[in-house]
């Protein structure tokens, strides 16, 4: 399925972008939010809706959809984490744009998120948990991201790019064939999207707010 979108009132300087992506779920105001993590399985897909004007850039282009960015849940040394290819969140001075971890708390962290959830993929938990150590993996091989948004090149990745990527190498078809085709200036061509993923029929919300 392809989504066309054309709009011309964006400047080709704001196009650095980047892409955020039956159960019964929590819904908590901001001030009381608390993770369900005993629920969390390793594999679990997170996403969340950003705070600032790229990701309202990104939400123009995909105005079917509730997030604009999207992770990978990997518990690690006793804490939950979120594995994601992100521009422009350094940890230090110099930092280059990358696949990046970080606990979940920081990933939804109210400066980040104005909305998020976490689902889990019905699939396996085995499987599911090798799609989240491949993602380990491209952390520890500092994967940069992919300013270029190209899936043909798997040496950069994007956000949903990398998602469909850990999952894709264990069969799953997270899009299920989805595309979102954006025609603006600066970007021009198919892309995943996180409603792309969001929309697959095996994705279970656990939590939301």
């Known amino acids: 399925m392809k989504i066309n979108i054309h709009n ?8 650095s972008l980047f892409f955020f992506s039956a159960c019964k779920g929590n819904n908590l105001k901001e001030e009381q939010r608390s993770l369900p993590k005993e629920l969390f399985r390793e594999g679990d897909i997170v996403f969340r809706r950003g705070t600032g004007f790229t990701s309202r850039i990104v939400l123009a282009t995909d105005n079917e959809g ?10 690690e040394n006793g804490v939950w984490c979120v594995i994601h290819a992100v521009p422009g969140e350094p940890d230090f001075e110099g930092d280059a744009d990358r696949v990046k971890l970080e606990p979940v708390e920081q990933f939804f962290d109210a400066t980040k998120a104005t909305r998020g959830a976490v689902m889990h993929l019905q ?8 799609a989240a150590q491949s993602a380990l993996g491209l952390f ?21 790019e990398l998602i469909d990527y850990v999952y894709r190498k264990e069969g799953i078809d997270l899009p299920e064939g989805r595309t979102t085709s954006v025609n603006i200036p600066g970007m021009n061509g198919d892309y995943i999207m996180p ?8 994705l279970c919300l656990i939590y939301y707010f």
Request: charge should be positive; include cysteine; glycine fraction near 4%.
């Open 140 to 160: 520890h091989k500092r994967v940069l991201f992919d300013h270029d948004y190209d899936l043909n090149d798997t040496t950069k990745m994007y956000c949903t």
């Open 123 to 130: 699939v396996d938990s085995s499987l599911a948990y090798r």
């Open 8 to 15: 011309t009132l964006f400047a080709t300087g704001l196009f």
């Open 66 to 75: 509730r997030y604009s960015h999207i992770g990978i849940l990997k518990k």
């Open 195 to 202: 409603n792309d993923i969001a929309q697959n029929k095996r």
